[in-house]
């Protein structure tokens, strides 16, 4: 069964950074998707990051371009979420999710692709952001 453990949420000021880490266990194939997506009541889920373990591609939300980073830790099987300047827009729950990768075909050679990280397969119990003023 595969389960994925978020932690790092918290309360900061505007302007503030905060880290939030997801450990995937349970999970048998060589390559996955991980990545965050978050959710404010009454919204729709937003996908804020997602890297790719085997080549370390990764997508940002255009809300989040130059502020959050995701990075991994593939040999821990951990995924980060680097949060910089951070806006009371940032408060949501974030979720970390994971997915198995897609086969896409390009110049003729199957790549290992990502499908938008809202529809992924996995997801964990969620961590809360919240970002004052």
């Known amino acids: 069964q595969v389960q994925l453990v978020e932690s790092g949420g918290g309360s900061v000021q505007t302007g503030g950074s905060l880290r939030l880490s997801c450990t995937v266990s349970?999970?048998?194939?060589?390559?996955?998707?991980m990545g965050w997506v978050r959710q404010v009541p009454g919204k729709e889920r937003e996908g804020v990051a997602r890297?790719?373990?085997?080549?370390?591609?990764?997508f940002l939300a255009d809300s989040v371009k130059g502020r959050f980073t995701i990075s991994q830790d593939k040999g821990k099987s951990t995924v980060f979420l680097q949060m910089n300047s951070l806006s009371p827009e940032d408060t949501a729950m974030y979720y970390c999710?994971?997915?198995?990768?897609?086969?896409?075909?390009?110049?003729?050679?199957?790549?290992?692709?990502?499908?938008?990280?809202?529809?992924?397969?996995?997801r964990g119990q969620g961590t809360q952001v919240t970002v004052s003023s």
């Open positions: 890297i790719l373990s085997d080549n370390g591609d990764t």
């Open positions: 999710v994971a997915d198995q990768p897609m086969l896409a075909y390009s110049s003729g050679r199957a790549v290992n692709t990502c499908r938008p990280p809202p529809g992924f397969q996995y």
């Open positions: 349970g999970y048998r194939d060589s390559t996955i998707c």
